[in-house]
């Protein structure tokens, strides 16, 4: 990931309700939600949901995906681990602190976390 885009990723991601929708998303896995139950979940106006969902997909951390009438919100992992990556790069010294959490199966860092 090149510097640029995680300063897009965090920036997307440095305000409450867009924080917590892409948690929401990343919890639903590769499922997703739809919009109006993301939106209830969150306690926000579907307005004000649109607005927060364009901004993490405009940094590439959500995709979009209409079926039917819905609208179907994904976290985009490949995304997440790479701004992961990106922020933990040099951790450790340089030393290999998180051999495999980063790599091969996309859900490897939800998975791996708590």
Known sequence: MQSGAAIKALGALAQEHRLEAFRKLVQAGGDG?????????????????SFHLAQLTHAGLIVQQ??????????????MNGLVGYLMENCCGGAACLPDLLVGEPAAIVSSCG
């Open 66 to 79: 209409r079926v039917g009438r819905s609208l179907i919100y994904r976290a985009d992992y490949e995304a």
């Open 33 to 49: 939600l739809a919009a109006g139950v993301l939106a209830e979940a969150l306690g926000v106006p579907n307005s004000s949901l």
